[in-house]
């Protein structure tokens, strides 16, 4: 289990297998065992991944009465970043992809009940050098 105050970022290409990447390691970490995970969109735009508990309506069951699998939720984040604006210019020489940042929900955060959090995922923008 993440400690209250523990930085987790990791930052990725745009693709569920990138993402499916990070959110194994991540729930490896947070000590993830067969239990109901939830997920919600924040009030800025973030996938959000966390517990689900049932007299908590802040977080939405995933679908379908299986064990959580983390391959599903990569397809289903990586939808949902895709849809998102990105600006994919800058002023340096080389490239810029969209891509994702996952990291740990903190209390400070703009999600409801984030005490049950674990990641969330945005947009990011990643920037290659010529």
Same mark, same amino acid.
């Given at each position: 289990?993440?400690?209250? %105050?523990?930085?987790?970022?990791?930052?990725?290409?745009?693709?569920?297998?990138?993402?499916? %990447? &990070?959110?194994?390691? &991540?729930?490896? /970490?947070?000590?993830? @065992?067969?239990?109901?995970?939830?997920?919600?969109?924040?009030?800025?735009?973030?996938?959000?991944?966390?517990?689900?508990?049932?007299?908590?309506?802040?977080?939405?069951?995933?679908?379908?009465?299986?064990?959580?699998?983390?391959?599903? &939720?990569? @397809?289903?984040? =990586?939808?949902?970043?895709?849809?998102?604006? =990105?600006?994919?210019?800058?002023? =340096?020489?080389?490239?810029?992809?969209?891509?994702? /940042?996952?990291?740990?929900?903190?209390?400070?955060?703009? @999600?409801?009940?984030?005490?049950?959090?674990? @990641?969330?995922?945005?947009?990011?923008?990643?920037? =290659?050098?010529?």
């Amino acid at each position: 289990m993440f400690s209250s %105050n523990q930085v987790l970022q990791i930052s990725g290409d745009l693709n569920p297998s990138d993402i499916k %990447n &990070a959110l194994d390691y &991540a729930m490896e /970490l947070y000590g993830y @065992v067969q239990s109901p995970i939830g997920w919600q969109f924040s009030e800025d735009n973030k996938f959000c991944i966390g517990k689900f508990v049932n007299d908590n309506t802040d977080w939405n069951k995933f679908p379908l009465d299986i064990d959580f699998d983390t391959e599903l &939720a990569a @397809v289903l984040i =990586y939808k949902y970043l895709n849809q998102q604006e =990105y600006i994919l210019d800058g002023p =340096y020489d080389g490239t810029y992809e969209k891509g994702f /940042l996952m990291k740990t929900i903190k209390s400070d955060t703009k @999600v409801k009940s984030s005490f049950y959090g674990i @990641v969330s995922f945005e947009v990011f923008v990643n920037f =290659y050098a010529k």
